[in-house]
């Protein structure tokens, strides 16, 4: 990979805060955004950005070092340091151990559910492309194999519980808005231990897979109303389940 030259920042105000090394993460952050430095751009060298922010080198590994916890760097000893590309992951795993720390329950999270599906329903129905439309109707082929394989007995918990979640991912992947994607993830693993916790009886898992396919036959309709009628009614019927 080909090393690009150091990019000239912005000049830093002393830090004044309590936390010497909370500030000078904290403005390296904003220099980072504000610039738009890309993907592979590397960072001023420690000693430079110790001189231009009136701290010690040991502050600025510190900071640099928790911008890197944060996926905002990536720290090469002996090497530099450089902007790090974004990773949905860098979003997404703060609210996920939000959510298992504040033991948010699952009323909670279908309550959120019911606020922002029904959007990636009709979303989808105007962004979604035709290979997304095939993967989302693997899916469905999938689950509705696995909902046969638990009536008549099969152990086939993990993988239902897997692939019946997958269809919300893929359908908040064909709204094409990415923010979809970043909010619904954490909410579907925080569901999927309770799915694997209880044994999904026949009957509701049918009636869960009856509910994809009357919502992807609406985005196949291109019909953003409907679609999002069919997702309310899908998230009411498994709400309980």
């Known amino acids: 990979m080909t090393l690009r030259e150091a990019p000239s920042l912005p000049a830093f105000a002393p830090a004044t805060r309590t936390s010497l090394t909370d500030a000078v993460a904290e ?3 904003v220099a980072i955004v504000e610039r738009e430095l890309g993907p592979g751009e590397r960072l001023p ?3 430079d950005l110790a001189r231009q922010l009136t701290v010690s080198r040991i502050v600025v590994r510190e900071a640099l070092g928790r911008l890197a916890q944060r996926g905002l760097v990536d720290v090469r000893p002996g090497v ?7 990773r949905r992951s860098s979003v ?4 996920r151990l939000y959510l298992r720390r504040q033991r948010v329950g699952h009323a909670e999270v279908f309550e959120v559910r019911r606020a922002l599906e029904p959007a990636i329903a009709a979303a989808a129905c105007r962004c979604a492309s035709e290979t997304q439309l095939a993967g989302l ?3 469905l082929e999938r689950t509705f194999d696995l909902v046969t394989a638990i009536e ?3 152990d086939a918990v993990e993988a239902y519980a897997w692939t019946d979640l997958e269809f919300h991912r893929l359908l908040a992947a064909a709204s094409a808005n990415p923010l979809f994607e970043v909010l619904l993830d954490p909410l579907i693993d925080r569901l999927l231990a309770g ?4 044994e999904p009886l026949p009957d509701a898992a049918r009636r ?3 509910g994809h396919r009357a919502v992807l036959e609406a985005v196949r309709g291109r019909d953003p109303e409907r679609a999002a009628q069919r997702m309310i009614e899908h998230l009411r019927e498994v709400e309980g389940c």
């Not at 997404?92 to 609210?95: E, I, K, R, S, T």
């Not at 799915?195 to 209880?198: E, G, I, L, V, Y």
Request: net charge neutral; aromatic share 4%; no cysteine.
């Open 27 to 29: 403005q390296l952050a």
């Open 137 to 139: 109707a693997d899916n």
């Open 45 to 47: 060298a420690e000693r």
């Open 80 to 86: 530099g340091t450089f902007v790090a590309p974004l």
């Open 152 to 154: 008549r007995g099969d």
């Open 92 to 95: 997404g795993d703060p609210l």
């Open 208 to 210: 869960a897979a009856l």
């Open 195 to 198: 799915r694997r916790a209880a």
